[in-house]
């Protein structure tokens, strides 16, 4: 249901005008950059998974930690080096470095459970749930 409203939204942006297709959309328009760490996010019984694009980013540039009920993931990517030509030239520079946090909430989460897995560009964390609340300071460690 969530997503048929999401995409009758969509639909109603997508005149075929490229103002109303960028609408709400900062003006510096990073939606493709690694800037954002797109995500996705799923629910079941037993607990969530969070999947995080990191193209580019060495495993040991990934920072994960879990406190009361947050989820924070840092990454880091290191500068380009540049690659024009003696005179300088460059047709286009889209890549992005620097460092990122993005954080999710997820209430009931057995911190000493979770897990984070990195392969091919994409880090994967699993939060196992539980009935207990815990509030510590837990740091996650990537496989």
Same mark, same amino acid.
């Given at each position: 249901?969530?997503?048929?409203?999401?995409n009758r939204f969509n639909d109603l942006l997508d005149s075929g005008d490229e103002f109303f297709k960028n609408?709400?959309?900062?003006?510096?328009n990073l939606s493709d950059s690694f800037k954002e760490l797109r995500s996705d996010v799923q629910e079941t019984d037993?607990? /969530?998974?969070v999947a995080?694009?990191?193209p580019g980013v060495d495993k040991k540039d990934i920072s994960i930690d879990f406190k009361d009920n947050t989820l924070t993931v840092s990454a880091k990517r290191q500068s380009f080096s540049d690659r024009s030509d003696k005179e300088g030239n460059m047709i286009a520079s889209e890549r992005s470095s620097g460092r990122f946090t993005r954080q999710y909430n997820f209430p009931d989460v057995d911190h000493e459970k979770i897990g984070a897995? /990195?392969?091919?560009?994409v880090l994967t964390i699993t939060l196992p749930k539980t009935t207990?609340?815990?509030s510590k300071t837990h740091k996650i460690e990537i496989e």
């Open positions: 249901m969530a997503n048929d409203i999401s609408f709400g959309r900062p003006l510096m037993e607990g /969530y998974t995080i694009d990191v897995k /990195y392969e091919d560009g207990e609340g815990q």
